[in-house]
């Protein structure tokens, strides 16, 4: 079993910033293609981002194409979403989550492990 624990989230002005960490403990988080979800009040789970286990490749959705940036520190096994420009639309809880995929899913029902999430707010 991996466990996973995000923070980072709160409430900041549109424009502003937030960088995100899931911090995984129970196993190596090496073995896994980790990605990045949210989900608004009343809307479905959405893909955001998902990096490969080696950190080598990475995909994001288009809504946060050039404003979102995954990245992952296996030593500290730590994966990390930067967020810049944010827009309200961003306004969501986001979790993070394990893959055991060799290729990078886009669903979250490719996913094994979940973290809690965490807030965030984006006011305009």
């Known amino acids: 079993q991996v466990q996973l624990v995000e923070s980072g989230g709160g409430l900041v002005q549109a424009g502003g910033s937030l960088r995100l960490s899931c911090a995984a403990s129970?196993?190596?988080?090496?073995?896994?293609?980790m990605g990045w979800f949210r989900q608004a009040p009343g809307k479905e789970r959405e893909f955001v981002a998902a990096?490969?286990?080696?950190?080598?490749?990475?995909y994001y959705a288009d809504s946060v194409k050039g404003r979102f940036t995954i990245s992952r520190d296996n030593a500290k096994n730590t994966v990390y979403l930067q967020m810049n420009s944010l827009k309200p639309e961003d306004t969501a809880v986001y979790y993070c989550?394990?893959?055991?995929?060799?290729?990078?899913?886009?669903?979250?029902?490719?996913?094994?492990?979940w973290g809690q999430g965490t807030q965030v707010t984006v006011s305009s």
């Open positions: 129970g196993r190596t988080i090496s073995s896994y293609t």
């Open positions: 989550a394990t893959s055991g995929g060799v290729v990078i899913f886009t669903t979250p029902g490719r996913y094994d492990y």
């Open positions: 990096i490969s286990r080696s950190g080598g490749a990475t």
